[in-house]
């Protein structure tokens, strides 16, 4: 069944429905797919694959309290812009990556406005109605590129009206022709929880669109147990391999979860189970990011 995106309604947990806005179409995903150099993680990553179980956390939402001394600020998502909110994020993640390896980067945050309407122009579905794709966004930032807020001039973080613009009428073509020079070297489908952990103890940015639900208040060790239906997309930042978890990063504000934090997780974070964390990604939208030109191993000599 096609999951569609509806502004309005509130389900178990007080969550509107426009705080969503993903779109599950398996056959546009497909056509994407079709069109990647790598489409799937798992077979173009075997060695990140066969190495994974010799490293343990996976702690990327670390990277930028590491730099700049306290966790990157939440996004605040007012309509149904949550697909290139995850990918925006994990883009930001991109840079803070590749300035932990020692490039010289100023690090600047990506827009998801731009992510947003290129998913949607790529997908043929202009609208003022809201939602978009995964696989479009995976299609965009490698294919199109990526902006930085800074370059289009982005609106606050709490604000989607120049997104929902741009997903009516398209990106403008200046911005198109800008963001040539930042492509995302590879976009890879992850469709297992074995695939999701060798991306993130890689310390590599995985975005994932699934249907799952969860409730909004954190246990004593900032873990959230699954509840209810959400057509969403949110960035997974973090694995904890002593409880065999996985961190997922919101798109609505700072404490959404609320309750209490563990392992320094950022307050907009909350940690799901690995059997859920599976099933999410076999709904088979979801993605890891690369700047690299191969999945190769990669010696990073710092630790988090």
């Known amino acids: 069944m096609e999951l569609q995106f509806f502004a309005s309604g509130v389900d178990s947990e007080g969550i509107n429905s426009y705080n969503f806005g993903w779109q599950d179409k398996p056959e546009e995903v497909k056509k994407v797919l079709s069109t990647l150099e790598d489409p799937f993680f798992a077979q173009s990553a075997r060695d990140l694959m066969n190495s994974a179980d010799d490293k343990k956390d996976g702690l990327l939402y670390l990277a930028h309290k590491k730099i700049f001394g306290k966790h990157l600020i939440a996004q605040q998502q007012p309509a149904g812009t949550c697909v290139s909110r995850g990918w925006s994020r994990a883009c930001d993640y991109l840079q803070l990556r590749k300035m932990l390896k020692g490039a010289p980067l100023e690090f600047k945050m990506v827009s998801h406005s731009f992510i947003y309407g290129g998913s949607r122009q790529i997908g043929g579905d202009l609208s003022w109605s809201d939602g978009s ?153 979801s993605f890891v990011l690369s700047d690299m030109d191969a999945w190769i191993k990669e010696k990073i000599d710092w630790f988090i």
């Open 133 to 285: 794709v995964g696989a479009w966004a995976a299609k965009c930032v490698s294919n199109w590129g990526i902006c930085t807020r800074e370059e289009i001039g982005d609106v606050p973080q709490g604000n989607d009206d120049l997104a929902r613009e741009w997903g009516a009428k398209g990106v403008p073509q200046k911005f198109r022709d800008l963001a040539k020079d930042n492509l995302v070297k590879k976009v890879s489908m992850v469709r297992t929880a074995e695939e999701a952990k060798a991306a993130l103890v890689n310390l590599m940015p995985v975005s994932v669109c699934s249907n799952q639900g969860f409730v909004t208040t954190r246990d004593s060790k900032g873990f959230c147990r699954p509840s209810g239906s959400w057509a969403h997309c949110m960035f997974w930042s973090g694995y904890d391999d002593e409880l065999r978890r996985f961190l997922v990063e919101q798109s609505w504000g700072q404490m959404m979860p609320s309750g209490p934090l563990y392992k320094d997780q950022p307050d907009n974070s909350f940690w799901i189970d690995w059997d859920v964390a599976d099933n999410m990604l076999r709904q088979e939208d």
